[in-house]
């Protein structure tokens, strides 16, 4: 099966060095009517996640197609299908091998070798005082985001999520305004509590259990020059299962992103998240925080290659168990965020629980070198970082540090390689818990747009 792998990964490789695509630019538009898809097909072979021992293998493929309209001025539609499938493996042997996944692959929320339609929207333009009005099922948020994100996911399950809402988007002033209202689809199976069994610290919605999400978004570049700055509010009520009580997230965010004028190519992005609201199950109110920095610094080396280097640190706050009324750890709105972070790490913050990535540090840095020799179409990046625990568990401060190096071709705009290899060792609480084996990784991807 190592060779298969290593077969398809240089077939992939060979497809973009000596291929010229005749695929149409991304985005066909012909009489009012457009249609742009993108294909993603990911190779992976994984190595003792999480202490299991196992070495699985496998392909997942991604096939994304939207179809949209211009009827008239002001109003357009579209419809998006996905289709995500693991390549000769069934539903239940990948469930076995991929701990925590459980929420994409069953139940009706299951997306692996199903098709569905996660796109349904219209949208009319100013509809009343310079209101633009987008009403249906809909993606939302950014990926880069460590809270909020609707949307194809980048992960090792290539899952897409979104939300059925009306939103309305208008410009104030110097700032561009957002307002959501809408409804989480009901996923899962679990067992009557809002939990999967197999996976007790995960929060899977059963049915009947409402999931109504609430988002304000201001955002503004004009303000001070060269620097963005976003005010967010979102809210999330769930309803409980049998019990009739609800639980009311708040989350308030703050962030401020820009150039930094003492140097030319240096630039940072600063976040901070607050929990608010209270659990009438727990009778507990939410009282965690998530701060993230990051500094980017971009220049050029004459005749050699383009450089960028990135550091940061994340805190995602735990429970110190001071006070009984209070949940202090970190709570964010949907699953699926962190993409900055390295890519296993990335995956087991996303695997335990939906909901919640708690009680974490994260300091990284990386470098991207661009070489000039291939026209800038060719980037290779080596990224490091630590897990630790913002409050130790069981006498532990640490969890692990990852390395990883990844190599990406884009010979045109609608066609893209990248390798990746990644290397987890598991320290403290995780080596207690896992055993000190590292996990490996090595991906294989594919991307073709249209």
């Not at 992960?155 to 209202?181: F, H, N, Q, Y």
């Not at 999931?211 to 978004?217: D, E, G, S, W």
């Not at 209070?326 to 964010?332: I, N, S």
């Amino acid at each position: 099966m190592v060779k298969k792998i290593a077969l398809l990964m240089v077939t992939i490789c060979a497809l973009c060095l000596v291929t010229e695509m005749s695929v149409a630019d991304p985005g066909i538009e012909v009489k009012g009517v457009w249609v742009e898809g993108k294909v993603t097909t990911k190779a992976y072979s994984v190595k003792n996640y999480k202490g299991s021992g196992v070495l699985d293998q496998y392909v997942l493929n991604r096939a994304l197609i939207s179809l949209g309209v211009n009827p008239a001025d002001g109003i357009s539609g579209r419809l998006l299908f996905a289709d995500t499938r693991v390549w000769g493996k069934s539903i239940s042997t990948f469930q076995e091998g991929e701990p925590g996944a459980s929420e994409f692959l069953t139940g009706s929320g299951g997306l692996l070798e199903n098709i569905g339609v996660f796109n349904a929207y219209l949208k009319v333009k100013d509809v009343l005082w310079g209101i633009d009005l987008t009403m249906g099922r809909q993606f939302a948020g950014d990926e880069e985001d460590a809270f909020f994100f609707y949307g194809p996911q980048q992960g090792r399950l290539l899952g897409i999520t979104s939300i059925d809402a009306v939103k309305g988007e208008w410009t104030w002033g110097p700032v561009d305004m957002i307002g959501l209202a809408g409804k989480k689809a009901e996923v899962g199976l679990g067992d009557g509590t809002g939990r999967d069994p197999a996976y007790l610290d995960s929060v899977v919605y059963v049915k009947d259990q409402d999931v109504n999400i609430y988002a304000l978004q201001a955002k503004s570049t004009t303000l001070v020059p060269g620097q963005t700055f976003d005010l967010d509010l979102y809210s999330r009520r769930r309803g409980l299962s049998q019990t009739g009580k609800v639980d009311d997230l708040m989350l308030l965010v703050l962030r401020s992103r820009g150039n930094i004028s003492l140097l030319k190519g240096l630039e940072y992005d600063a976040m901070l998240g607050l929990n608010g609201g209270k659990s009438e199950e727990t009778d507990q109110t939410y009282n965690g925080w998530l701060g993230r920095g990051i500094g980017y610094y971009t220049t050029d080396v004459p005749s050699i290659c383009g450089l960028k280097l990135t550091g940061g640190y994340v805190y995602v706050s735990g429970d110190k168990a001071s006070t009984s009324d209070k949940d202090e750890h970190f709570a964010r709105i949907s699953r699926d965020c962190f993409y900055s972070m390295a890519t296993i790490v990335y995956e087991i913050l996303n695997d335990s629980a939906p909901e919640k990535v708690t009680n974490v540090t994260i300091p990284f840095g990386g470098l991207e070198i661009v070489p000039n020799a291939f026209g800038g179409k060719m980037t290779l990046k080596a990224m490091a970082c630590k897990l630790g625990c913002a409050e130790p568990i069981a006498g532990y401060d640490k969890k692990g540090s990852e390395v990883d190096l990844s190599l990406r071709y884009s010979p045109r705009n609608n066609l893209s390689l990248g390798i990746v290899w990644a290397k987890f060792k598991p320290e403290g609480i995780l080596e207690a818990n896992w055993g000190s084996d590292p996990t490996t990784q090595l991906t294989g991807e594919l991307t073709v747009k249209f």
